[in-house]
Nanobody, 122 residues
Framework: QVQLVESGGGLVQAGGSLRLSCAAS???????MGWFRQAPGKEREFVAAISWSGGSTYYPDSMKGRFTVSKDNAKNTVYLQMNSLKPEDTAVYYCAAGRDYSSHSPLSYLYWGQGTQVTVSS
């Protein structure tokens, strides 16, 4: 079992930045970590992922340039740095653990955090 706890969400003005954290515990060995987001009425969307070692990252084209995923192995924590935020980035952001960091699909991830709300005002 893997437990995930996100933090760092909040309200920010357009153009601002936020850094989300995801603290992992339990049997995390070998699991890649992904970030997804879900806005009201929309499907869950892949944002970024990082391999278990932290040596490889993966982003969909729509997220490249503004979002950066990183990992502190000593703390077993994954971060999502979000810059130049836009109102359309407003969503609940989730971290998840899975075996394939290159997958966009939520179905590839086995464990999920409770989510953290990010609201970007215009």
């Amino acid at each position: 079992q893997v437990q995930l706890v996100e933090s760092g969400g909040g309200l920010v003005q357009a153009g601002g930045s936020l850094r989300l954290s995801c603290a992992a515990s339990g049997r995390t060995l070998g699991y890649a970590m992904g970030w997804f987001r879900q806005a009201p009425g929309k499907e869950r969307e892949f944002v970024a992922a990082i391999s278990w070692s932290g040596g490889s990252t993966y982003y969909p084209d729509s997220m490249k340039g503004r979002f950066t995923v990183s990992k502190d192995n000593a703390k077993n924590t994954v971060y999502l740095q979000m810059n130049s935020l836009k109102p359309e980035d407003t969503a609940v952001y989730y971290c998840a653990a899975g075996r394939d960091y290159s997958s966009h699909s939520p179905l590839s991830y086995l464990y999920w955090g409770q989510g953290t709300q990010v609201t970007v005002s215009s």
